[in-house]
Each structure stands twice: as C-alpha cells, then as structure tokens.
C-alpha cells in the first residue's frame, strides 16, 4: 500500500537544477521535491509521497486528511496492530 501525506510548503529552493521544497507535516519538516508541481508556492499544501509532492490541494483537503490518518493512528494504538 502507498500513501500519500499532506504537508505545507515553508520554504522553495533549488538543488542540483530541481525546484525543492521545505515541507511541513504538521510539525516535522523534510526536504521535497516539486517536479511534478512547478507552479507550488509557499503556504501551499501538497501531497508527498517517497519525498515528491504529487498535487496540490487546499488546506481544508489537507486537514481533512490529517484527522483521519490521525484516526487510523488512535484506532490502532487501542486495538493494536493488524495480525501479519
């Protein structure tokens, strides 16, 4: 399964000739790249998957996805972890 998570551009650069970004998911940044999403700005959410942002959405498309990747989270912390 693949998963793609939402985070908010800080920062943009270059690096090595490749439009980059410094992202937030809420509260842990990580370096990404924006290949895929040249028109990106800062304050724009996006979503990151393998360290490339794939598309831009809005910020209620962002926080939307954080509360349920945030229930998914709590639900396995009281139940546990799938069985392998």
Do not use: W
Not at 47 to 75: P, W, Y
Request: charged share 25%; hydrophobic share 40%; aromatic share 6%.
């Amino acid at each position: 399964m693949c998963l793609g998570v939402p985070a908010k551009i800080v920062d943009l650069y270059e690096k090595n000739g490749l439009q980059m970004a410094r992202v937030d998911f809420g509260g842990v940044e990580r370096e990404t790249c924006l290949a895929y999403v040249p028109e990106a700005k800062v304050g724009d959410y996006c979503i990151v998957h393998v360290g490339f942002a794939l598309n831009l959405i809005s910020e209620e498309e962002a926080r939307e996805t954080m509360d349920l990747l945030k229930q998914i989270s709590d639900l396995e912390s009281e139940i546990g972890p799938a069985p392998a």
